[in-house]
C-alpha cells in the first residue's frame, strides 16, 4: 500500500479480503456484523480467512449492511467501499 489510489488491489483480493475491507471501512468489528447477521464471530472470521463461503441469502445481507454491491463482494467490479481517509 504505497498510495491512496492503490489501497486496495483487485487484482489480488478474495471475497474475504472484500468482505473484511468492507466491514472494517464501515467501522464494524466482526462481533458487531455478526450480531446483525445473527452468527456467530467465528463463521465471519472463516468467511474473512476464506476458510469458508457464506451462502447466498448470506452475501445478500452482508452487501446492504456494509453498503457494497453483491457483484462487488463477488467479484471486485460494482459498488464497494470508499478508500479510507488517512
Do not use: F, H
Amino acid at each position: 500500500m504505497t498510495d491512496d489510489a492503490s489501497w486496495y488491489s483487485d487484482a489480488t483480493a478474495t471475497v474475504g479480503d472484500r468482505l473484511g475491507g468492507a466491514r472494517e471501512a464501515a467501522a464494524l468489528t466482526q462481533a458487531a456484523l455478526g450480531c446483525q447477521l445473527g452468527g456467530k464471530i467465528a463463521t465471519l472470521a472463516a468467511w474473512e480467512n476464506d476458510l469458508k463461503e457464506p451462502r447466498a441469502n448470506r452475501l445478500q445481507m452482508l452487501s446492504g449492511l456494509l453498503g457494497v454491491s453483491l457483484s462487488w463482494l463477488l467479484t471486485g467490479q460494482g459498488d464497494g467501499p470508499q478508500a479510507p481517509v488517512d
